[in-house]
């Protein structure tokens, strides 16, 4: 399976947009990148996922590397609700259940 | 309910007990998953089912038995656990179909062997 490198923590300042980076250099040519996140004491929620293009939804933005070696999840305005780990996973795309495999993430700190 | 719902919430068993979580979703999915979680570790990815069928089973130990009656259910039954068995025991369920699905989890069962 093809990994993922993130920093193990970051800290942003409430209302301040947040790059959280990863880097997949194997990521191979059907492989989609996924965001989920974990909240203190809850199950992972999705974030985002994308193949090839930049994406937008209402949570965040997918910044995809032109190679795809590379992504950035950006949270446009940071808020104390989004202090969570954030994932970012590979995976083949659906037409059977997929399987996610977890890194250890990226801790998020907001500061008021 | 709407979502992913998990029960218990907390477990505490001895090792010999033999018990069983529950998972259940209620937003029509067809592919449900077992996750563990233990402390300071990633989560792993245990028992996968698509339309009730079995699809994964990423060298889970026989003490841990999944079991899919329909697709909206799923169990995992647990016996002679050990006490490195003590974890977060998450469900998630997805709608696998030609373009994506992304996984809805479940808030977890917090298990502690004895």
């Known amino acids: 399976d093809a990994k993922t490198t993130q920093p193990n923590s970051m800290e942003s300042n409430e209302e301040e947009p947040v790059h959280l980076p990863c880097n997949h250099s194997t990521i191979s040519g059907t492989d989609y990148i996924h965001w989920y996140r974990q909240l203190p004491s809850q199950g992972p929620e999705y974030v985002i996922h994308g193949l090839t293009s930049n994406v937008n939804n209402r949570m965040a933005s997918l910044a995809i590397a032109e190679d795809r070696k590379s992504s950035t999840l950006i949270l446009h305005r940071a808020t104390l609700r989004d202090a969570a780990v954030y994932y970012c996973?590979?995976?083949?795309?659906?037409?059977?259940?997929?399987?996610?495999?977890f890194g250890s993430g990226t801790q998020l700190t907001v500061l008021p | 309910e709407t979502g992913v719902t998990q029960t218990p919430r907390h477990l505490v068993m001895g090792m010999t007990n033999k018990k069983s979580l529950k998972c259940e979703q209620h937003l029509g999915h067809n592919a449900m998953y077992w996750y563990k979680q233990s402390a300071k570790k990633p989560l792993e990815l245990m028992f996968v089912y698509n339309f009730k069928e079995q699809t994964e089973n990423n060298s889970v130990p026989s003490r841990f038995s999944p079991e899919c009656p329909n697709s909206s259910h799923l169990f995992l039954h647990l016996h002679t656990l050990q006490p490195e068995d003590s974890a977060l025991y998450l469900c998630?369920?997805?709608?696998?179909?030609?373009?994506?699905?992304?996984?809805?989890f479940g808030p977890g069962t917090r298990l502690t062997v004895l």
């Open positions: 998630a369920s997805s709608q696998e179909r030609a373009s994506y699905g992304e996984q809805f």
């Open positions: 996973i590979l995976s083949l795309p659906s037409g059977s259940a997929r399987q996610l495999t």
